[in-house]
């Protein structure tokens, strides 16, 4: 069984990629999960986009023990409470605000709060917050713009996320500020439509060896 991440730190330093899924199939989300963990990459999170979103991490949590299964894409309050009563392992947000960031934190979570700017990250610094995610990634300046940062924020960490691919991946993880990126290109709809599991780990297992 995979260690519970105690901090956004752990939470980046479970693999180089977070795999970014979207399950609409419950039955597909405990397959997936084992298809990921087996290809190397046990942080998985699950976006809050789909109804089955809060099922498949209560099925993963319960038949998946050695996945540490997270929820993204959570923008209020009610989410936070949701997706830590289903049993996830840690928060991620594309965003942040004062009320939302107040009610991660009361879930006693590890959380990665959403941020885009300078300013943004300096927020979150703030309350004291050290691990974020960049997101959208490439549409926010990518990679020369987290490089950036580097220099006025040396204590910031990003998980940057969106439009990065296998391709792009290793230009971001080169950097000394980025702990892991998400990644969607590791759970094509259309394998998972598939069933493709096999495919799915191979993609995995070249995720984490970048």
Same mark, same amino acid.
């Given at each position: 069984m995979t260690t519970t991440?105690?901090?956004?730190?752990?939470?980046?330093?479970?693999?180089?990629?977070?795999p970014v899924v979207v399950i609409d199939d419950l039955e597909a989300a405990v397959p997936? @999960? !084992? /298809?990921?963990?087996?290809?190397?990459?046990?942080?998985i999170e699950?976006?809050?986009?789909t109804p089955a979103a809060l099922s498949a991490i209560e099925r993963i949590a319960a038949e998946v023990p050695e996945a540490v299964v997270g929820a993204g894409t959570v923008v209020t309050p009610d989410? @936070? !409470? /949701?997706?830590?009563?289903?049993g996830a392992r840690f928060l991620v947000s594309p965003g942040c605000t004062a009320s939302l960031a107040s009610a991660m934190a009361d879930t006693g979570l590890p959380f990665l709060p959403g941020a885009s700017t300078a300013s943004e990250a300096m927020a979150l610094l703030e309350r004291g917050l050290t691990e974020l995610k960049f997101f959208p990634?490439?549409?926010?300046g990518g990679a020369a713009f987290l490089?950036?940062?580097?220099?006025?924020?040396?204590q910031v960490r990003f998980c940057p996320t969106g439009?990065?691919?296998s391709a792009s991946a290793p230009d971001y993880l080169a950097l000394a500020n980025v702990g892991c990126v998400g990644g969607s290109w590791l759970t094509p709809a259309a394998l998972v439509a598939e069933g493709a599991w096999d495919r799915i780990e191979a993609l995995a297992r070249e995720a984490a060896a970048l």
């Open positions: 991440p105690r901090s956004g730190a752990d939470i980046l330093d479970l693999a180089p990629v977070m997936l @999960a !084992r /298809a990921l963990v087996a290809g190397g990459l046990p942080g699950v976006t809050l986009r989410q @936070a !409470r /949701a997706a830590s009563d289903a990634a490439e549409a926010s490089k950036s940062l580097l220099g006025p924020l040396p439009g990065i691919t």
